[in-house]
């Protein structure tokens, strides 16, 4: 048995080999393929009149879409496709024979950037050109080759090529997992090396003084405060965009939703005025808001963030609904609560605001407390995986102020006398579809209202696997074409994408009869391959996502 079992364990080794080699070969073949629909596109192009320099425009997105990848990725793999194709025959050889993967091909690709065609042509022969040395290299060893004999060929060229690097400095900000960002920057070595030097020498000094918090802590916090000119980190002052049912808002302010008719399509907890009334400051409006959320005509589904319907049953509980934090995504209920109303939502103001004109409330609250760390609050315009890019303005007015200093694991100290400021911008749904409701216009351009609704239903670029920020507001159907501006003719789109369905052959239209809860857009591209997108599922009470019976149905 165990001679067996050994034996198995060869087999399964050698099996995972060959299926590495084979996904290499792949990597080669859709390499050429890629290749190939880019000249064959780029000739049908220039018949068809196109200048230079839109020549092979919407390729990449074609090939992103094809690979269920960004278009991002997509460009970069078309670029890596037409060097190995044209460039460095070696490297991929190496690759269609399972010598190397993609990534390492790609690699060697971008090292050489900076060469010459014929001296791309010596380092590819030179390294790739030797199978047996070039399978050793691991990435540090490959790239530290591609450079060594680079420098040899053209020293010029490298320098020159670091020399332009510094242009290509930068900060970004990413979502991370637990409601938490990634704060990137790119610098000059001289410069990074010295900015980590000094937060470590704060931090060894700050522990040597007794601070109770960890060195990575100090830190993170010194960085924020040296930044931001805060003399505290958990002090920022930011604007969030914050998607949420009011359900989730008032949990443990408003009674359980009782409601037990799902036959109308409708949920009597949601409705219109439960966003005004949300976080009051005296007793008497509490109640008022619960007596509101109770009585009020459930005609009209409503939520201070959004409340939508749903096809299936949700064993979500009522307050538990996670909410969306625009440019993040989906965050914990409990922790969208404590960033707008604080852990401990006690009444403490006997005069509150009175509600600003228009669809916008105002209400004032104890401070929210989040446990220190950098939290993902994008302030108004980019969002946090980018450096640019509007995002939906649904908690908008005075800046917050999330206070509160760790005290101990899972424990948040609050601070002396907190206060914040909330703007509540209700989002309307139509109670059976579950569909936001929303203006038309006669104008062109998009209006800022529509914008801000379309922004907080789609939240990133809907083209299918983009992920992108949404920086363009599309007419699905082209004005040109009579296309309304309407919320149902319009969708976000990143610069890329939208630019990319400007290129001939590409068509798109909205589907209202496939998914009629959700915005659907089918996109055909030039060859007649059609995508289907659809809008995020919004936050939603249990009770709502009761009410919709509709069934889905499956694409064509």
Known sequence: MEDLEAAERVCLINEIRA????????????????????ASTRRAQARAGLKAEQLGRGVAAQLALARRDSPHNGAKLLGLA???????PHTLHALSTGVINEWRATLLVRETACLTLADRHKVDEQIAGNPAELEQLGDRKLIARIKSLSYGLDPHAVVN????????????????????????????????????????????????AGDPRTKGQIMADTLVERTTGQARAEDVRVEVQLIMTDRTLLHGILPPDTNTNTGTGTDAGTNTDTGTNTVADTA????????SADTKDPGTANCGGIAAGRQTESFVPDGAEPAVLAGYGIVPAQWARDLIRGPDPVPD?????????????????????????????????????????????????????????????????????????VWLRRLYVAPNSGQLTAMDSRARLVPGGLARLIAARDQICRTPWCGAPIRHYDHITPVREGGP???????G????????????????????????????????TPTGHTYRSTAPQLPQSSAASRASTAPMLPAP
Not at 82 to 88: A, K
Not at 163 to 186: E, N
């Open 485 to 491: 501006t309407s919320a149902e003719n319009i969708q």
């Open 161 to 208: 090529r670091a020399a332009h690097a510094v242009s290509q400095r930068y900060v970004s900000c990413r979502p991370a997992p637990d409601t938490m960002t990634y704060l990137t920057a790119l610098l000059p070595v001289a410069q990074g090396v010295g900015v980590f030097a000094a937060l470590t020498r704060d931090a060894d000094r700050l522990r040597a």
């Open 19 to 38: 299926l590495e080699e084979l996904k290499c070969v792949i990597a080669a073949a859709q390499a050429k393929a890629a290749a190939a629909f880019d």
């Open 349 to 421: 103001d006997p005069s509150p605001d009175s509600p600003d004109p228009g669809d916008r409330d105002q209400a004032r609250g104890p401070a929210p407390n989040p446990a220190r760390g950098p939290a993902p609050n994008p302030a108004r315009g980019p969002a946090p995986n980018q450096a640019r890019g509007p995002a939906p303005n649904q908690a908008h007015g005075p800046a917050l102020d999330p206070g509160g200093a760790t005290a101990g694991c899972g424990t948040v100290a609050r601070r002396p006398d907190p206060r914040t400021e």
């Open 493 to 524: 789109l990143c610069e890329a994408c939208n630019q990319a369905k400007e290129a001939p052959g590409w068509s798109a239209h909205a589907v209202g009869d496939r998914q009629p809860d959700r915005h659907t857009v089918d996109t055909i």
């Open 284 to 291: 008497a409006e509490l109640d008022a808001a619960r007596t």
């Open 82 to 88: 037409r060097i190995l194709t044209t460039e460095m």
